[in-house]
């Protein structure tokens, strides 16, 4: 197109600022957003990108790459020597059960055994990117299904480094040279080959275990941002080139890296440098598969390749779903679990093209799978949609927002939104002093552990208006909010504020970030859930090290006071990163230097730390009125 890369950079970007918000705005997900905006401006469409489409594809799988990179920083070998039976046990079974089954039916339709076999190992990878972003933004990545998914695409992930190797085993025609180029690894025997790659992979695991702290050190201590990213981007793009040198994924090849680094002091800096990179690159990425669907191709044959993509997708969901029962998943989480990850992954795409560079498939039947493969990564939110509305209700197990909401038929002066552990030593703290309290809930485990105790709980979404009407808002004088979605709370907040002002808000924080949300939203009264623990345990320490009780109690009554204030304060400034932490050293040291005084002071004053002054305000006023009762004259 004209403009070189400046003009497709811009023809891209202004897809994806228009098309992904509307798709999100409209529940669709940003992924199917970025494949819906890449066939817009594909030459299916528009036509305003063409042939550097296959460029722009190469480019953006490096999306795919840092992505594998920011997952492996997450898991640290003993995380995954923890995760190793779920891993290998249930994604080692997925893997095989689903390229047996698929390349059983494969074969039974003419194909040879190693086209088969190597067909239905590719189809039974699932997509990271979508199943995980897809789990994230419904909240279930920490179900069972959530967990038993994560499971079974790291594993995918790992295979694809075994699979990679072992295709050319399974070679039955003339390689395609334009598949992939030759490199100085192929003129190997296979023994040398085969000491190259573990060399490389040896390479890259002692790299990180020793030589990456003393780099990082060095890079930091030049006091340069840039240079540290720079620095973080150097090592992602020289593991992806040395793991393509040896023949390797390289998207698995930085995964390894993430996790030797997962250890590292500055895994928070490396992730925090990669994450606009792998986002930017990762919605390209989505947008070329999206321009790579050729519509008129599909038009040409649309029953035969929606018959591929529909069987491969019910094969998967069947083998994943009895899987997930076998490893002990109720029905409703199974059948989430298999809907999940029902799509064929990006990984196809790298292993489609890889197959016919070894002469494992030939090229006329990867063409038609490619674009099964983008089908079926488009049709993936749809068909989660239509579970989530049509099949899980059927298993005996309606989704939570599916059920109607409680009758309630009671006013009390204190609401209570989300009745979890913070909620719930709130609450019967209340109750004890004889005010009672209206519970709402959303999560229906808990309600009806709850319920079994004998504690009233209504299900409910607090942040609806007509359900806080009913729950008696309008002459309600405080609502606790204790819920765990920081979203859903700053909606209530901002419910609340519009159409109960009357209400005082008490709203539980899990740290100074939404701490600062729910300030910047009018809420006077929060607390962040360690904050008082996290002073006991100070206080403590100061008692063990020799510091008398009463002035560690007023130490930290007034770190308190002083902290809260500055927290209040730079909830203002939060946006500003630099004028963030100018404020937060000068009123850390303002903090430490009013703490000596007090320390160094003389303790023979009113300690205000033991409420000395208020009790001696509300005496001397109990005085004065007892006082002018002796005073006045007999009527």
């Not at 941002?225 to 150097?234: D, I, P």
């Not at 698995?252 to 500055?266: I, R």
């Not at 008696?472 to 979203?487: E, F, M, N, P, T």
């Not at 927290?567 to 932490?581: G, K, N, S």
Request: aromatic fraction near 8%; include cysteine.
């Amino acid at each position: 197109m004209e403009g070189g890369i400046f003009g497709q950079a811009f023809v891209y970007l202004l897809a994806a600022l228009v098309v992904v918000p509307l798709a999100r705005r409209t529940g669709l997900g940003s992924v199917l957003g970025y494949l819906l905006a890449g066939l817009v401006i594909g030459p299916s469409v528009l036509g305003l990108v063409g042939d550097e489409g296959e460029e722009v594809m190469h480019f953006a799988e490096f999306g795919v790459v840092m992505m594998l990179f920011l997952v492996g920083l997450e898991l640290d070998p003993e995380r995954l020597w923890r995760l190793r039976k779920s891993i290998v046990g249930l994604g080692g079974a997925q893997v095989l059960g689903t390229g047996l089954v698929i390349g059983g039916v494969a074969a039974a339709l003419g194909r040879p055994w190693q086209q088969a076999l190597a067909l239905g190992l590719i189809l039974a990878m699932s997509s990271t990117a979508i199943a995980l972003q897809s789990l994230t933004e419904r909240g279930l990545l920490r179900t069972d299904a959530g967990q038993k998914s994560f499971a079974v695409l790291l594993f995918q992930d790992i295979a694809v480094i075994p699979l990679l190797a072992g295709f050319p085993l399974l070679a039955t025609l003339v390689p395609s040279g334009g598949a992939h180029n030759d490199t100085w690894i192929d003129s190997l025997p296979a023994w040398a080959h085969g000491g190259v790659v573990l060399l490389a992979i040896l390479g890259v695991v002692i790299g990180g275990r020793f030589l990456s702290q003393p780099f990082f050190r060095a890079i930091a201590a030049t006091g340069l941002r840039e240079m540290f990213t720079a620095a973080a981007l150097l090592v992602v793009i020289g593991v992806t080139l040395l793991m393509g040198a040896v023949g390797l994924s390289p998207a698995l090849g930085t995964f390894l890296a993430g996790v030797v680094l997962a250890s590292s002091e500055y895994r928070h800096e490396l992730e925090s440098d990669i994450e606009p990179f792998k986002g930017l690159l990762l919605g390209l990425f989505f947008m070329a598969v999206g321009a790579a669907i050729d519509v008129q191709s599909i038009a040409a044959d649309p029953v035969r390749l929606f018959t591929i993509l529909l069987c491969v997708g019910a094969l998967k969901s069947l083998v994943l779903y009895a899987l997930s029962r076998a490893f002990g998943a109720a029905r409703d989480q199974a059948a989430r679990f298999a809907l999940s990850l029902s799509q064929i992954g990006e990984f196809a795409f790298v292993l489609f093209a890889f197959a016919v560079g070894s002469g494992v498939l030939p090229e006329d039947l990867t063409k038609s799978m490619v674009a099964v493969t983008a089908l079926s990564m488009a049709a993936s939110p749809f068909v989660t949609a239509f579970g989530e509305r049509f099949v899980i209700p059927r298993l005996g197990a309606a989704p939570a927002e599916t059920r109607a909401p409680d009758e309630i038929s009671e006013e009390n002066p204190v609401i209570i939104a989300g009745y979890g552990r913070f909620g719930q030593i709130a609450g019967r703290f209340i109750r004890t002093h004889g005010f009672k309290a209206t519970v709402l809930d959303v999560d229906n485990d808990q309600i009806d552990l709850l319920r079994r105790f004998g504690t009233k709980v209504f299900f409910g979404d607090a942040s609806r208006i007509d359900l806080l009407r009913s729950a008696g808002a309008a002459k309600a004088r405080i609502l606790l909010v204790a819920i765990d979605d920081h979203a859903k709370a700053v909606e209530l907040v901002q419910t609340v504020r519009k159409h109960f002002p009357q209400l005082e808000i008490l709203a539980r924080a899990r740290g100074r970030t939404e701490a600062y949300e729910l300030i910047r939203n009018g809420v006077t009264h929060v607390y962040r859930e360690t904050f008082d623990t996290s002073l006991r345990v100070g206080m403590d320490a100061l008692e063990i090290l020799g510091v008398h009780a009463h002035q560690a109690h007023r130490a930290a009554r007034t770190f308190k006071r002083q902290d809260e204030a500055f927290m209040f304060e730079m909830a203002h400034i939060a946006t500003d990163q630099q004028r963030l932490v100018t404020t937060v050293r000068e009123r850390t040291r303002e903090l430490e230097r009013q703490l000596r005084l007090d320390a160094t002071d003389h303790p023979d004053r009113d300690d205000h730390a033991w409420d000395s002054e208020p009790l001696r305000e509300a005496a001397i006023a109990r005085a004065e009125q007892e006082a002018k009762k002796d005073e006045a004259p007999p009527v």
